[in-house]
């Protein structure tokens, strides 16, 4: 077989007259019900959820109120990228998302790569919206538990740790929680998350050396859903639109309670670490904004999806970028940044002020908010398995559509087994940034998916079309002007980069590294140059270390001095050069991107959002760049072995 047949396109003349073919006979043919408004309800459904009930607290700790700009940031490039995917969706009317639209641009491979990197997304993204709603669910049943304990006398039991926690965090929250402890830190001293997760281990049952921790609710709420969006769009419609009107609700109401308690003091200083501080968000910020992508999975089943499909997409995004904004801008006024590294950060700020109604209600909405997120995740997933078992790629039984409710019923299936198992396991953090990665890499080729098809005659347009700004001379002038910023005003974290510069590693990162002899020795340290005495008889390690970060220069002094190997002071060499490998790839990119914008004048918005997706994907971690990696691998495998032969382009050749 040619290797050009690796990147044989199908063309869009082709994929409507299969809709069209579809229609008529009803054969694998979806049910339309869907209209720009329920676009955009399923839009603000998907983007309203885990980021303004979680992730907004961590990210607004890291950067301060500033983290209102990374949220503006992340919209713009969202909004570029939804730019191409509208013009795609107005041109390719049809389920397959990205992949559809990369088939028509690259080739069947390219098609492939895209189609499985989206099922990790969505299956990603559906455990980690699972596990962030079973966070609060059981924090809200908890307190509804105590609250009729106390006020009734009874004795309920809420449910046990073990049964509400993934496994990776009971297991890597026990050893660091034992670590600590081995350093001196007392186990009440320890924060919440590493006394559960150390709870969790020590009383969950076992089965020889396993531990038996699962997240219960999660998988409760995983079969809830699927069994929803299995059962139909105008079901699952109608369930999305009532979530979203009850939590836009809520979230007027915090804005409009949560005004009279701002204390404009906490605004300042406004970007307490600066820009790095408020880029230390990009993986949170943008994890709250992944999902309006998953409106082009419905394009076979909106009434008119040319028309509608990007106006969807671009209000979802307008309207949600305005509520992050106020509601960071809010919970930063309400408190001070530094009290906001908290899971659920709504809850938390009204808790702290004792307005305890406000605090019931948010419960409940977020409860709510996080299962509208689910279903919209929960519905794309088995549009893309469907679309891409239709071109082949996939067993001829995902592309099955349900004679009764007309979803495509066994991918829907196959689909909750594929969330729910992991959910009951894996790490929260770690699934955001894969989450992440894989829709950033979906939105590059999107975004180069128009680009190379911008000049190409022949190829029909739909009724939406990208405006066309000439990118040759803007872009090389954006890349001048950053390098004049780096070179010139941030020219010490520019050249520590470039020359690798030996990094200091955190206090914490150091007490949990120790085994007892060195925690011994460091303890010893830290109290001979301890002019004060203040740390005579307390062998809280973490505690006497930490004191000394907020000066940059005297933490760098006293780690300096510590009487244990380099190797657990410093992060450098390859170890550390590991971590910017991303970086460079983007900026070795980002020049090619300038002479290709340049020698062909390129259209700016959609390079604009190659540009912006990139730079988030190389702000996440190389380990995350390594797990994709595996991920794609493994789909090659499949590829090569099953999805090539069984193309039906390939058949069609044959």
């Known amino acids: 077989m040619a290797f050009s047949s690796l990147f044989r396109k199908k063309t869009v003349q082709d994929i409507l007259a299969q809709v069209e073919k579809n229609n008529a006979d009803g054969h694998n043919a979806l049910g339309k019900h869907l209209k720009a408004r329920d676009l955009a309800a399923f839009g603000i459904a998907a983007i309203i959820g885990a980021g303004i009930f979680s992730t907004i607290g961590k990210a607004s700790f890291d950067g301060g109120p500033a983290v209102i700009f990374l949220f503006l940031f992340t919209a713009i490039a969202c909004s570029f990228a939804a730019f191409a995917y509208a013009e795609f969706a107005s041109m390719v009317p049809v389920s397959g998302s990205a992949y559809t639209y990369s088939y028509v641009a690259f080739g069947e491979l390219i098609a492939w790569i895209i189609g499985w990197a989206l099922i990790m997304e969505y299956a990603i993204g559906n455990i980690t919206v699972a596990i962030s709603w079973s966070d609060y669910f059981t924090s809200l049943m908890e307190n509804i538990i105590n609250n009729l304990n106390h006020n009734y006398h009874l004795n309920l039991q809420v449910l046990a740790d073990w049964a509400q926690m993934d496994y990776l965090t009971a297991s890597n929250g026990f050893k660091d929680a034992t670590a600590l402890m081995q350093g001196g830190k007392s186990f009440e001293n320890l924060n919440t998350g590493l006394q559960s997760a150390y709870t969790a281990w020590t009383t969950a049952p076992t089965i020889g050396s396993f531990h038996f921790v699962a997240d219960l609710p999660a998988l409760f709420i995983i079969v809830l859903i699927t069994a929803l969006v299995y059962r139909g769009m105008k079901e699952s419609r109608n369930a999305s639109n009532m979530m979203v009107l009850v939590k836009l609700c809520i979230i007027l109401l915090v804005i409009a309670v949560g005004v009279f308690y701002i204390d404009i003091d906490n605004w300042t200083p406004f970007a307490p670490n600066g820009v790095s501080g408020v880029l230390k968000g990009v993986s949170a910020v943008f994890f709250a904004y992944i999902g309006f992508d998953a409106i082009s999975t419905t394009a076979e089943e909106c009434e008119n999806p040319q028309r509608d499909l990007p106006k969807g997409m671009m209000w979802a995004i307008i309207i949600c970028t305005v509520l992050y904004i106020v509601i ?17 950060p709504l809850l938390f700020v009204f808790k702290k002020l004792d307005l305890k109604i406000m605090s019931a209600i948010i419960g409940v909405s977020a409860v709510i908010a996080m299962a509208s997120v689910l279903l919209v995740f929960q519905m794309g997933q088995p549009r893309i398995w469907m679309s891409m078992s239709r071109d082949g790629l996939l067993p001829k039984r995902f ?115 120790l085994n007892k002899e060195e925690s011994q020795k460091v ?37 300096a001095g510590l009487p244990i190997d380099n190797g657990l002071k410093y992060e450098s060499g390859f170890s550390l050069f590991k971590h910017k490998i991303p970086m460079w790839i983007f900026l070795i990119a980002l020049i090619g991107l300038t002479i290709w914008s340049f020698k062909e004048n390129l259209s700016l918005i959609p390079l604009l959002g190659l540009v912006s997706c990139l730079y988030m994907m190389a702000e996440l971690s190389v380990w995350n760049w390594i797990y994709f990696t595996i991920w794609l691998l493994i789909g090659l495998v499949i590829y090569f072995g099953f999805s090539r032969n069984n193309s039906k382009l390939n058949l069609k050749e044959a």
């Not at 990665?437 to 999107?446: D, P």
């Not at 070179?487 to 150091?510: L, P, Q, R, V």
């Not at 140059?529 to 940059?552: C, R």
């Open 399 to 513: 592309s099955r559509v349900h004679p009764k409710y007309k979803t495509p019923s066994y991918a829907t299936i196959v689909t909750g087994f594929v969330v729910a198992i992991p959910a009951l396991f894996l790490n929260l953090t770690m699934v955001t940034d894969l989450c992440s990665i894989g829709t950033l890499f979906a939105f590059v080729l999107v975004c180069a998916g128009v680009l190379v098809l911008q000049n190409k005659p022949n190829i029909p347009r739909g009724k939406f079309k990208t405006p066309y700004v000439n990118s040759k001379y803007v872009v090389p002038f954006l890349l001048a002007a950053g390098m004049f910023y780096a070179f010139n005003y941030n020219n010490k974290a520019t050249m520590g980069f470039i020359t690798n510069e030996a990094k200091t590693i955190s206090a914490t990162d150091i007490i949990t590294s």
């Open 523 to 559: 303890y010893a340290y830290l109290v001979s140059i301890d002019d004060e005495k203040n740390t005579v008889g307390k062998a809280d390690l973490e505690n006497l270390l930490s004191k000394y970060q907020d000066d940059e220069a005297k933490y760098a002094t006293v780690v």
């Open 328 to 344: 960071a801008l809010v919970l930063t006024g309400m408190v001070s940044y530094a009290d906001l590294n908290v899971g659920d």
